[in-house]
């Protein structure tokens, strides 16, 4: 079945710093979305992308949706503390209506 | 706060117990999905609705079945309860079938 690998795993920053992660597909996409969710929440949904090549930002954050569409990309800019979670990508798409498929996280820890 | 809505937070019971959640979705969402976390499988999909109807199926065991009802909220059962169905279950909601899905907090499923 599709698999998303998620990286990298953890990422401990300074606050301030710049961070980026990544997903990437053994198969196509037609949509990826970006979720945070912290300790004993639900994930909490960031960022939709919904076109190969997509760049899209909320706030602090931005994605982009790979041309292959086989991998996304996340970026968040002055990290702050409460940037603190687990980060995760989503894909959707083909034959797998409505399901989303995750990837493994990235723990963000951000460092005062 | 996403708006969806789950019962219980938190359940304690016996293996070869029978339990149920339960979700309110969005006000106004049609479709709502349950989905498994855990700390070795990660966030599952197990199955997802559409205003009363399944309307798709992922790795959900024999032993768990869904439904949702005409005032469109939904109920998991879990039967006959193993110890590896210790998890936090999710359930989600979207509009009309699509794939910007809204989590609720979750229920934390412990089987001892």
């Known amino acids: 079945g599709q698999q998303l690998n998620q990286s990298p795993q953890s990422m401990f920053i300074q606050e301030g710093e710049d961070v980026s992660m990544n997903c990437t597909s053994s198969?196509?996409?037609?949509?990826w979305l970006w979720y945070k969710q912290d300790p004993g929440e639900g994930p909490v949904l960031l960022i939709a992308?919904?076109?190969?090549?997509e760049l899209t930002s909320n706030g602090r954050l931005t994605a982009q949706f790979g041309i292959t569409r086989k991998d996304s990309f996340l970026n968040i800019s002055a990290s702050i503390p409460s940037d603190v979670g687990i980060y995760f990508c989503?894909?959707?798409?083909?034959?797998?209506?409505?399901?989303?498929?995750f990837g493994q996280g990235t723990i963000l820890t951000v460092h005062p | 706060d996403s708006g969806v809505t789950q019962t219980p937070k938190h359940l304690i019971t016996a293996t070869g117990q029978r339990v149920t959640l339960r979700c309110s979705p969005r006000s106004g969402d049609l479709s709502v999905y349950w989905y498994q976390q855990s700390l070795d499988q990660g966030l599952q999909f197990l199955i997802q609705y559409y205003n009363g109807e399944e309307r798709a199926k992922g790795n959900i065991l024999e032993r768990f079945s869904a439904q949702q009802f005409p005032d469109l909220h939904s109920e998991l059962n879990l039967s006959s309860l193993e110890l590896g169905d210790s998890a936090l279950y999710f359930c989600a909601s979207s509009a009309d079938g699509d794939y910007e899905q809204y989590f609720g907090p979750g229920t934390r499923l412990t089987v001892t």
């Open positions: 989503a894909g959707a798409g083909g034959t797998s209506y409505g399901k989303l498929t």
């Open positions: 992308l919904y076109k190969a090549g």
């Open positions: 198969s196509i996409f037609n949509t």
